[in-house]
């Protein structure tokens, strides 16, 4: 990756200065500390809560279940992820002036799709755990082995870091001589584009190639799993079973429809508003409320989080 980087790096030299620079999220004087003290206090909840359900799932013996192995790694991924942008967007609630080497840019949008791409097959695969465990419970056992979820869970990662490879090298061999600043508080696709003083239809087709693959993928393996869960629901003739199996995915498909939701909402353009400002508000909800909000969704109804909360503080006190 460093070698992939400094060589592009020094082709795209010749044509724009070495750094990028971040306009922000607004420019308006007034909102600049408020917004800095709601982001940094975003930023700190989301830190304490992926980490507290991370340290939780490792440190209580039955939590080593397939269900919140994938949640390990999905509150891990949310950590690292509003982590690769945050900090960059706190300096330019403070900074007059919020510089962004090349390298660090393309690193930024490096990290930033390979955590998003991660994530989508991350969800795919807590879906097929539901399935199994709701239409196949006999089998569950076997079908969700550590050997399968270390598979699914590798898979998720090789894939993520494909995609980013891809959306990052076809980035790099642009020509940015047009100009450096990026009205954006992050280094993501659309807004580099903008920059660009040479043609992007390839990058628009690679975009549309890795994305449309992503997502159709993963829609398509979550929409059947669900819908043979429902249809599996729909045959259990107690009101005990349907409330057990729902609750079972309810936080699941909260989390997903948030995910998707808002990533729709930040790459479709409204024809009543500008699509970088757009882009930006929905950017917002996408890297920084949806990461903070996963830990709270799996954790406050949730009866076996409860449990190892309590575990934990009957340690602590005794």
């Known amino acids: 990756m460093p070698m992939l980087l400094s060589q592009f790096e020094s082709l795209n030299h010749s044509s724009v200065s070495d750094e990028f620079i971040l306009m922000g999220l607004t420019d308006q004087p007034k909102l600049q500390l408020p917004l800095f003290s709601l982001f940094l206090l975003n930023y700190l909840v989301t830190v304490v809560g992926n980490l507290f359900l991370m340290i939780l799932i490792c440190l209580n013996s039955h939590l080593h279940t397939p269900m919140y192995f994938y949640l390990f790694n999905l509150s891990f991924i949310d950590l690292c992820y509003s982590s690769v942008f945050t900090p960059k967007m706190l300096i330019s609630f403070i900074s007059n002036r919020n510089v962004i080497s090349f390298t660090g840019c393309m690193s930024q949008l ?3 799709c390979f955590f998003v791409n991660s994530e989508c097959y991350v ?13 196949k419970p006999l089998l569950y056992t076997v079908a969700m082995s550590p050997q399968v979820c ?30 450096n600043i990026i009205n954006h508080y992050l280094c993501d696709i659309f807004p580099l584009l903008q920059l660009s003083c040479s043609s992007t239809y390839a990058n628009e087709i ?30 259990i003739p107690s009101s ?25 909402l930040t790459h479709v353009k409204l024809p009543s508003s500008g699509f970088v400002d757009q882009g930006k508000f929905f950017t917002v909800f996408s890297t920084n409320v949806v ?20 575990k934990i503080l009957k340690r602590i006190t005794n």
Do not use: E
């Open 206 to 235: 690679v975009f549309s190639a890795v994305v449309g693959t992503v997502v159709i993928l993963s829609s398509l393996i979550i929409f059947i799993s669900y819908a043979l869960i429902l249809f599996n629901i729909l045959h």
């Open 110 to 112: 490096f990290f930033l």
């Open 123 to 135: 969800l795919t695969a807590m879906a097929y755990d539901r399935y199994v465990a709701i239409c």
């Open 291 to 310: 990461p903070m909000l996963n830990p709270l969704i799996y954790s406050l109804r949730n009866k076996d989080v409860k449990i190892a909360v309590k």
């Open 150 to 179: 270390s598979q699914l869970m590798s898979g998720s990662y090789v894939m993520g870091f494909a995609g980013a490879i891809v959306h990052t090298g076809s980035m790099m061999r642009l020509i940015f001589c047009d100009s």
């Open 240 to 264: 005990k079973g349907w409330s057990k199996a729902l609750s079972t995915c309810g936080s699941h498909i909260t989390t997903v429809s948030l995910f998707y939701g808002f990533g729709l």
